[in-house]
């Protein structure tokens, strides 16, 4: 949503102009572009909106109430991005291959949506045919930090695009991933051409980022043990964060878009259950799960690793998991088809979803499920469709 809403400031402020491209999106993930584009153009919610229309003048209709259809209209309302009559064109890369250039220079279009994988090749030179007036990167520290010794492919055609764009936005939630020192400092030199960078501070250039991480160490390196070194390390630290400050726009619970909060804080409006489970099987359900996972993995991968936590966090709610990470894509929608609520009444987490989704269908209350895993949320979808409990 943050994503969404820093593009529509962006693009609302430069759509007076219509004289290059108005925008090149750059998606890393490509499975987002779709429900971007749906958020693009008025047209599909305006006849979403129509159709609920309809059927709430049918009083024959009662697949939903006239309380709930007005609910859903005025949602629809809210999701609009654009005035009536200033939908923005688009062109998704992924489905209509590289767009045409046009007589004017321009590719006739407002907004081009790609993947960052158009940089990794020579495929993607199409990008250099036109001048853009912004260019927004999606999850930019996936593709734009690159090596420490060497560079891609993919950041010297950034580099190249930086020349013929009037501005870039990089959108990321985890700037920094690796060696903080290069990631700060290959972030920063993606936002913008070394000579803009100049403009906004001396510390913004390549040469001024290189002085400021030089010196810097991490916590827990032993040096930064003496008090002497520590003083040394938040003057670095505060001098880096000053620098960020300068390019960043950072959203947090206070920032506003036209009038309204960007960030809602759902869970202080929850009723959180932080009570630990009790299991009285006496360690029966640990054991067998330990079992399982020793014949799965082997009985010598009993060491805490990010793998072994993982398969965990998805085994002690379904052992179904084992079979499921060993099926393609077009398979795992099988594993769920013989499964009952009897089965996850077996095991004392995935119970003790079923009683709050029971207890949440006699109050009315509602529940915000979090998964971590995309086995989760699929377990949790079959669970919630399975919840009958007429013979259970």
């Given at each position: 949503?943050?994503?969404?809403?820093?593009?529509?400031?962006?693009?609302?402020?430069?759509?007076?102009?219509?004289?290059?491209?108005?925008?090149?999106?750059?998606?890393?993930?490509?499975?987002?572009?779709?429900?971007?584009?749906?958020?693009?153009?008025n047209d599909t919610l305006t006849a979403a909106q129509d159709r609920y229309k309809?059927?709430?003048?049918?009083?024959?209709?009662?697949?939903?109430?006239?309380?709930?259809?007005?609910?859903?209209?005025?949602?629809?309302e809210g999701e609009k991005c654009w005035k009536d009559g200033h939908g923005l064109s688009t062109w998704n890369t992924q489905v209509k291959g590289p767009p045409r250039i046009q007589a004017d220079r321009t590719f006739g279009v407002d907004v081009v949506?790609?993947?960052?994988?158009?940089?990794?090749?020579?495929?993607?030179?199409?990008?250099?045919?036109?001048?853009?007036?912004t260019v927004i990167a999606d999850e930019a520290h996936d593709f734009l930090r690159g090596q420490q010794t060497t560079q891609s492919h993919t950041l010297k055609m950034w580099f190249m695009l930086q020349s013929q764009t009037f501005s870039m936005f990089l959108l990321?939630?985890?700037?920094?991933m690796t060696k903080i020192t290069h990631d700060f400092v290959a972030i920063t030199r993606a936002v913008a051409l070394n000579s803009k960078r100049g403009l906004w501070s001396p510390d913004c250039t390549d040469e001024g980022l290189r002085k400021l991480v030089q010196g810097w160490v991490g916590v827990a390196d032993r040096r930064y043990q003496n008090d002497r070194e520590k003083e040394k390390q938040s003057s670095i630290r505060q001098e880096m964060t000053a620098t960020l400050a300068i390019f960043t726009i950072r959203r947090d619970e206070k920032s506003v878009v036209r009038g309204e909060k960007v960030m809602k804080d759902f869970l202080s409006a929850c009723l959180n259950i932080e009570d630990p489970l009790q299991p009285t099987d006496g360690g029966a359900e640990v054991r067998e799960r330990e079992d399982k996972y020793a014949a799965w993995r082997g009985q010598n991968d009993k060491r805490l690793t990010q793998r072994r936590n993982d398969d965990m966090r998805c085994l002690c709610f379904s052992y179904r998991f084992i079979k499921w990470?060993?099926?393609?894509?077009?398979?795992?929608?099988?594993?769920?088809?013989?499964?009952?609520?009897?089965?996850?009444?077996?095991?004392?987490?995935?119970?003790?979803?079923?009683?709050?989704?029971?207890?949440?269908?006699?109050?009315?209350?509602?529940?915000?499920?979090?998964?971590?895993?995309?086995?989760?949320?699929?377990?949790?979808?079959?669970?919630?469709?399975?919840?009958?409990?007429?013979?259970?």
């Amino acid at each position: 949503m943050n994503f969404l809403l820093a593009l529509r400031e962006r693009v609302e402020a430069a759509s007076r102009s219509k004289k290059r491209t108005l925008c090149l999106l750059v998606l890393y993930n490509r499975h987002l572009i779709p429900a971007w584009e749906n958020t693009l153009n008025n047209d599909t919610l305006t006849a979403a909106q129509d159709r609920y229309k309809r059927q709430k003048s049918r009083e024959e209709d009662e697949a939903l109430d006239s309380d709930t259809i007005g609910h859903l209209i005025d949602v629809l309302e809210g999701e609009k991005c654009w005035k009536d009559g200033h939908g923005l064109s688009t062109w998704n890369t992924q489905v209509k291959g590289p767009p045409r250039i046009q007589a004017d220079r321009t590719f006739g279009v407002d907004v081009v949506i790609t993947t960052a994988q158009t940089l990794q090749n020579d495929r993607g030179s199409w990008i250099f045919d036109s001048d853009w007036h912004t260019v927004i990167a999606d999850e930019a520290h996936d593709f734009l930090r690159g090596q420490q010794t060497t560079q891609s492919h993919t950041l010297k055609m950034w580099f190249m695009l930086q020349s013929q764009t009037f501005s870039m936005f990089l959108l990321t939630g985890t700037p920094f991933m690796t060696k903080i020192t290069h990631d700060f400092v290959a972030i920063t030199r993606a936002v913008a051409l070394n000579s803009k960078r100049g403009l906004w501070s001396p510390d913004c250039t390549d040469e001024g980022l290189r002085k400021l991480v030089q010196g810097w160490v991490g916590v827990a390196d032993r040096r930064y043990q003496n008090d002497r070194e520590k003083e040394k390390q938040s003057s670095i630290r505060q001098e880096m964060t000053a620098t960020l400050a300068i390019f960043t726009i950072r959203r947090d619970e206070k920032s506003v878009v036209r009038g309204e909060k960007v960030m809602k804080d759902f869970l202080s409006a929850c009723l959180n259950i932080e009570d630990p489970l009790q299991p009285t099987d006496g360690g029966a359900e640990v054991r067998e799960r330990e079992d399982k996972y020793a014949a799965w993995r082997g009985q010598n991968d009993k060491r805490l690793t990010q793998r072994r936590n993982d398969d965990m966090r998805c085994l002690c709610f379904s052992y179904r998991f084992i079979k499921w990470s060993n099926c393609s894509d077009t398979d795992r929608a099988r594993i769920w088809d013989s499964y009952t609520l009897a089965e996850g009444n077996c095991h004392i987490r995935t119970k003790a979803l079923i009683e709050e989704l029971r207890l949440a269908k006699t109050t009315g209350n509602k529940i915000i499920i979090y998964v971590q895993r995309r086995f989760l949320a699929e377990l949790a979808m079959k669970v919630r469709t399975s919840h009958t409990f007429t013979n259970t």
